[in-house]
């Protein structure tokens, strides 16, 4: 994929797709998210992913599929045109995939949203996509996954007044089915000034019959596709987890962007909240850009992996990416859903690196998150414009780049990377970071030699690029 003029120098070009983009200081895609460029797991008729993106779609009628957008997309696109500010953490080479300064891998579906409404082609429709990211390594975080973008407007230019409008949202939430899905905390207060209803664009009486309809429809099609998925475990004669635990799901606020008042919907999962989407009533200013003002209405943003693992009873991220017939012939055409079967788990093979920070300059700043959980998201929040809390940048290191040595290194051999320890030395304020990288191979046994060639490599990374002293 790289091309060069030496080996010694950066690579001139990147080429993604047979075509080639200039490389600069902003690059920063490795090969190891090259080399799944193309699987498209969202479409591949079998697939896990697949059928997820299927069931979801189906619960939104009349929407306009977009299921083949590439993933290359200007930083405009992803950042400018949703209207992320020009310090927002999302952009930085930290959290993203740049192809040069101007070209990203899109991290989230949202990137297509401003091109979709200037289509202006449907009042709904879906785009699902491989996204990308620079993020932790667990089970539940994997650099590439896919995203469902949904959105529904309606034009005022359609009603003969701002009532009937009104009038007609309403009647489309009547008719939205009713279910009996546990939800806790239906409505959690906003804040106003961060969380606005946009009153200079919408009366909030409209801002809130859209908020009840997103939301409605969300808890719809989340009961639904957990209700269609147990009936058919229940007749191949599978029991389902949903049976020993009602699904259960609640709202939080949240901060987007481009949209506002936003939301994220979590579900419980094996003892905890488990985020599953972000959504809210689309930034009036985004549709303005769009050159279709005069729509009102919602988006949301959901993981299908995240979605998928819920449904199947996928353990683990990386199985998506699996060629073993083992995980691809469970969801083969024809049989009713089925509930995964896990393989035997090869043994695991913890090894932990502990080892000064560089010192910097300035005082030393927080540099890392800490131990994420299956719920947690492991950055400052994604594309959210949550205030980054947990994660501020040195110049020397930032988390997501163990994450990526050791992605580069061990790839699909690392199961997860978890902070166990942190400690600044009372004297000299210098930061001690210990990380336990859990090597476990879904294919095969790692025997200890192997293991330990992985860790000794990911070592001596750490010093070469980052200039950390190994402890
Ligand atoms: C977004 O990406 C927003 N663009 C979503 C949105 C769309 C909001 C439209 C409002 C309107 P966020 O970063 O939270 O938000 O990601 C959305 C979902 O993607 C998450 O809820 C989660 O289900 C999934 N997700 C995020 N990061 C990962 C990851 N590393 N691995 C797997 N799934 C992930
Ligand atoms: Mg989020």
Redesign the pocket.
């Known amino acids: 994929f790289y091309s060069s003029q030496d080996a010694s120098s950066a690579p001139a070009s990147l080429t993604i797709n047979g075509k080639a983009y200039p490389s600069d200081s902003w690059t920063n895609v490795p090969p190891s998210i090259l080399k799944h460029y193309g699987r498209q797991l969202h479409i591949q008729p079998n697939h896990p992913i697949s059928i997820t993106r299927k069931l979801i779609e189906s619960r939104f009628p009349g929407f306009k599929n977009h299921n083949a957008l590439p993933p290359v997309v200007t930083v405009g696109q992803n950042f400018d045109s ?1 209207g992320f500010a020009p310090d927002h953490p ?1 952009r930085s080479k930290t959290d993203t995939y740049y192809i040069n300064k101007s070209t990203v891998l899109r ?4 990137a297509h ?1 401003v091109d979709v409404f200037r289509a202006n082609e449907s009042d709904g429709y879906t785009i699902s996509a491989d ?1 990308y ?1 620079r ?2 390594v667990d089970k ?4 590439i ?3 469902m ?3 529904l407007t309606w034009d005022r230019n359609d009603y003969p007044s701002n009532q009937a409008l009104l009038d007609q949202i309403k009647a489309d939430y009547d008719k939205l089915p009713r279910h009996d899905l546990v939800v806790e905390d239906p409505n959690p207060t906003f804040h106003p000034q961060r969380n606005p209803l946009q009153e200079q664009h919408h009366s909030p009486e409209e801002a809130e019959i859209i908020s009840a309809h997103l939301k409605r429809s969300l808890e719809d099609m989340v009961v639904t596709i957990f209700n269609e998925a147990d009936k058919a475990l229940a007749a191949a004669g599978h029991s389902s987890e949903a049976e020993k635990e009602p699904l259960k799901v609640r709202w939080i606020e ?1 901060f ?1 962007p ?2 506002s008042p ?1 939301w ?2 979590e579900v419980w999962w094996r003892g905890d909240w ?7 009533v ?1 930034e009036q200013p985004l549709l303005i850009r769009s050159n279709v003002e005069s729509r009102i209405g ?10 998928a693992m819920l449904l199947f009873g996928i353990p683990d ?1 990386r199985l998506f990416w699996s060629n073993d017939q083992r995980f691809l012939a469970q969801f083969e055409g024809g049989k009713p859903m089925k509930r995964f079967v896990p393989f035997s788990k090869y043994p695991a093979a913890p090894r932990d690196v502990a080892f000064w920070l560089p010192k910097t300059d300035s005082t030393p700043t927080v540099a890392a998150t800490p131990a994420s959980t299956s719920s947690a ?3 400052a ?4 414009t949550e205030p980054a809390i947990t994660i501020t940048d040195t110049p020397a290191f930032h988390e997501n780049d163990l994450m990526e040595v050791v992605r580069n290194t061990a790839g699909d051999s690392v199961e997860d990377v978890v902070l166990i320890d942190r400690f600044t030395h009372p004297k000299t304020g210098r930061e001690s970071l210990c990380y336990r990288v859990t090597y476990r191979s879904l294919e095969k046994t790692l025997t200890n030699e192997e293991a330990n060639m992985l860790h000794e490599q990911i070592r001596q990374e750490l010093v070469t690029k980052f200039g950390v002293e190994l402890r």
């Open positions: 949703l999302g991290t989230h579906t949202s949203e996204v990211r993020d932790a539940s975080h994997y650099p996954f896919h995203q973008e949904g959105a949240a987007f481009h949209t936003s994220e919907m488990l985020e599953v989407l972000g959504c809210g689309i919602w988006a949301f943003g959901i993981g299908l992996e995240r979605i991220i998201p492991s950055s929040g994604g594309q959210s």
